[in-house]
């Protein structure tokens, strides 16, 4: 079985950052895409960044585009999410996402992930 932990969040003021990891340990996929999504309160799971590992691809959502990067360490087995400039619309749990055969274009759909992180706490205080 596929197992994803994050770690990384906590809390930060405004305008500071953090960086996000995603560790996978069991099966591992060669050309699998990986995403982070995350869930303000009260709010609906929105799509915030995805990495396709062969050949490399990135996507992200325009609230972060600029200001979050995603990444691999292949050889770690692990994803990275790095956010600057955090606003406190950033508060939310973010989760990890693991699509074993997932297409380019399906990339914002949280339905075609078949394993997820327990999420870790971002909070952003202004």
């Known amino acids: 079985q596929v197992q994803l932990v994050e770690s990384g969040g906590g809390l930060v003021q405004a305008g500071g950052s953090l960086r996000l990891s995603c560790t996978a340990s069991?099966?591992?996929?060669?050309?699998?895409?990986v995403a982070w999504f995350r869930q303000p309160p009260g709010k609906e799971r929105q799509f915030v960044a995805a990495i396709f590992r062969t050949p490399s691809r990135t996507s992200y959502d325009d609230a972060g585009k600029g200001r979050f990067t995603i990444s691999a360490d292949n050889a770690q087995s692990k994803v990275f999410l790095q956010m600057n400039s955090l606003e406190s619309e950033d508060t939310a749990v973010y989760y990890c996402?693991?699509?074993?055969?997932?297409?380019?274009?399906?990339?914002?759909?949280?339905?075609?992930?078949?394993?997820w992180g327990q999420g870790t706490q971002v909070t952003v205080s202004s």
């Open positions: 069991g099966r591992t996929f060669r050309n699998a895409g």
């Open positions: 996402a693991l699509g074993p055969r997932i297409i380019l274009s399906s990339l914002r759909r949280p339905d075609k992930y078949d394993y």
